[in-house]
């Protein structure tokens, strides 16, 4: 199985200020063939199911503001909103589909300051 | 629109059976692997398994092998989760997912819950 760890477990973030969060694979989920990486970021709120963020670690789903932004590769990801909002309070989850057991990292509470 | 309904979950004693189904509609059904995702009350989220878009090939995490099966009727639109041998580990909210391409669930839907108590 590939482990996903993230950190922090929570944050607060003043309003308009920077939150940044990070995912962390227990092997590499580049696939050295196309160059991908096959990880994703979802943002969930409470009561809802989760909703698609980021996908190839770095391409923003459709319709996703663009304070929000994914980077890395190999075993290192990061997620950044760029200017927190009232409405990304929510539990943020990275997860892999790069191995045949799909596999999501614990999750990263989100708050305001 | 692409919607996904599930239904069947409820209270079930420890040791019991339950089949959930998930109505899916707004997309080719048979042209994409579908998904099943749960999130135990106040925790995270956890995949349980894929199946392709034919049923040929069936993914499943370690918790759940030789007590869930995935199945799907294209011809319903519809995936199928037959849990059987419950736990009270296995009380969770279970999701109805659409992995876009065998990868990222790109829909989702509002889940039913399963409680597995005595």
């Known amino acids: 199985d590939i482990v996903m760890t993230q950190s922090p477990d929570s944050l607060a973030v003043s309003l308009g200020e920077r939150a940044t969060i990070n995912c962390k694979s227990s092997q590499s989920v580049l696939y050295s063939s196309n160059n991908k990486n096959y990880l994703a970021w979802y943002q969930q709120k409470p009561g809802q199911p989760p909703k698609l963020l980021i996908y190839w670690a770095s391409t923003r789903e459709s319709g996703v503001p663009d304070r929000f932004s994914g980077s890395g590769s190999g075993t290192d990801f990061t997620l950044t909103i760029s200017s927190l909002q009232a409405e990304d309070v929510a539990v943020y989850y990275c997860?892999?589909?790069?191995?045949?057991?799909?596999?999501f990292g614990p999750g990263t509470k989100v708050d305001i300051k | 629109e692409v919607q996904l309904v599930e239904s069947g979950g409820g209270l079930v004693q420890p040791g019991g059976s339950l089949r959930l189904s998930c109505a899916a509609s707004?997309?080719?059904?048979?042209?994409?692997?579908m998904s099943w995702v749960r999130q135990a009350p106040g925790k995270g989220l956890e995949w349980v398994a894929n199946?392709?878009?034919?049923?040929?090939?069936?993914y499943y995490v370690d918790s759940v092998k030789g007590r869930f099966t995935i199945s799907r009727d294209n011809a319903k639109n519809s995936l199928y989760l037959q849990m059987n041998s419950l736990r009270a580990e296995d009380t969770a909210v279970y999701y109805c997912?659409?992995?876009?391409?065998?990868?990222?669930?790109?829909?989702w839907g509002q889940g039913t819950l399963v409680t597995v108590s005595s």
């Open positions: 997912a659409r992995p876009y391409s065998s990868g990222w669930n790109d829909y």
């Open positions: 997860q892999q589909y790069y191995s045949t057991q799909f596999t």
């Open positions: 707004g997309f080719t059904f048979s042209s994409y692997w």
């Open positions: 199946i392709k878009q034919d049923g040929s090939e069936k």
